[in-house]
């Protein structure tokens, strides 16, 4: 069985060609061409190839549709109904550094609410994907989250800070108080990654700040449809593609929420 649907079968078909030079990429790394767009934020020119694949083919589909992309800013500004949210490259630093964990993050919004999603790892060659109300899929499989009952025991995944957050004290003491109230802790560079791994039950919860709405678009979706539980924490209205994100299976969920926030509000 798969997930197949008008929506995540252009999805697929825009990641399974951008992918193609992708792998070809990754296949020759020491001749990619790398600017800075800050201190520790690279860009290579995969990011931008894979893009421009991924934009033409969405916009072959649907013309009208607003794209808001990491690379390119955003497309078709005026339509905030109907918006495809991309990542082309969730993993820049791994990818650079020719570590295979990186992904290709597609997100399907309408009215404000992620509907379906895709994040396709193409070395590995995982590709998942949900749509609201249908069920997340790895490949041809249904994926559920994980079954820990208790924070103590659950394996989390975390990312940041970035070279430039202001935050990185916070950061850094939250990462040492949760640590040592789990199991154990990985950061694994690929936030879509993350989500799609918490979906599918190989990492119980994941939390991070100071991401990005393309980092973890379609992962919201794959989560929930997952039967994973997912809470943005201290938004800021006035950015609202900047999000702080807790998820995690349901189990779990309350005990996680109180060590990441309640701390916070203390
Ligand atoms: C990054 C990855 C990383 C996370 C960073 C993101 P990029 O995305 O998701 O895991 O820690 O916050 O910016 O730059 O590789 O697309
Ligand atoms: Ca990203
Ligand atoms: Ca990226």
New binding site residues.
């Given amino acids: 069985m798969r997930l197949n649907s008008p929506k995540i079968n252009i999805i697929n078909k825009a990641c399974i060609k951008a992918s193609r030079s992708l792998i070809r990429d990754f296949g020759e790394i020491e001749k990619l061409q790398v600017s800075t767009k800050g201190p520790g ?2 860009v290579t020119s995969a ?1 931008r190839r894979t893009e421009k694949i991924i934009i033409e083919e969405l916009q072959k589909a649907h013309p009208d549709y607003g794209i808001i992309t ?1 690379e390119s800013g955003i497309i078709n500004k005026s339509n905030i109904q109907n918006r495809w949210i991309i ?1 082309p ?7 650079m550094n020719g570590i295979p964990q ?1 992904a290709i993050s597609i997100g399907y919004e309408e009215e404000n609410e992620i509907k379906c999603g895709v994040i396709f790892n193409p070395i590995m060659n995982e590709m998942f994907c949900a749509e609201k109300g249908n069920g997340a899929y790895l490949n041809n499989s249904r994926i559920r989250v994980s079954n820990k009952k208790k924070i103590k025991d659950s394996l989390l995944v975390t ?2 800070p ?1 070279q430039a957050s202001k935050i990185k004290d916070k950061i850094f003491s939250e990462y040492i108080n949760v640590s040592t109230k789990v199991s154990n802790v990985r950061k ?5 990654l ?1 989500m799609a791994y918490v979906a599918c039950g190989r990492f119980d919860g994941y939390w ?1 700040r ?3 709405y ?2 973890i678009a379609a992962g919201i979706i794959i989560l929930k449809e997952a039967g994973g539980f997912v809470k943005f924490f201290e938004e800021e209205p006035n950015f609202p593609l900047k999000k702080n994100i807790l998820a995690s299976n349901s189990n779990i969920h309350d005990e996680f929420s109180e060590l990441i926030i309640k701390k916070n509000i203390e």
């Fill in positions: 934020d690279f990011d990491e990542d490259i969730d993993g820049t630093m791994n990818f990186f990312g940041g970035k694994f560079g690929s936030a879509a993350d991070q100071e991401l990005n393309w980092d």
